[in-house]
């Protein structure tokens, strides 16, 4: 059984950074990324990491936030920066199976950026 367990959400201020973690479990994995989703909007694409480490960015977040993953633990981060308040949204963790054309998802974590 495939699963993702995403942590790290909650509410910070303006400027400030959060680190959010997602561990992923019941298959090999060939790509892991995150989105995110505001009341009201679509779901956007945040950004991804490859299995040999390539990172590709959204506009909006490049020089701010930054993907990594750590292989041996099977754990996807996503490191927020200089966060705005237009970056409130649940933000949500997929990894892709390596023989699937489908995406699996995490329950998604609450990002709230106010003062």
């Known amino acids: 059984q495939v699963h993702l367990v995403e942590s790290g959400g909650g509410l910070v201020q303006p400027g400030g950074s959060l680190r959010l973690s997602c561990g992923a479990s019941?298959?090999?994995?060939?790509?892991y990324g995150w989105y995110r989703q505001a009341p009201g909007k679509q779901r956007e694409l945040v950004a991804f990491?490859?299995?040999?480490?390539?990172?590709n960015y959204a506009e909006f977040v490049k020089g701010r936030f930054a993907i990594s993953r750590d292989n041996a633990n099977n754990t996807v981060y996503l490191q927020m920066n200089s966060l705005k308040p237009e970056d409130t949204a649940v933000y949500y963790c997929?990894?892709?199976?390596?023989?699937?054309?489908?995406?699996?998802w995490g329950q998604g974590t609450q990002v709230t950026v106010s003062s």
């Open positions: 997929y990894a892709k199976a390596k023989f699937s054309v489908l995406n699996y």
């Open positions: 990491v490859t299995s040999d480490g390539n990172t």
């Open positions: 019941g298959s090999i994995f060939s790509r």
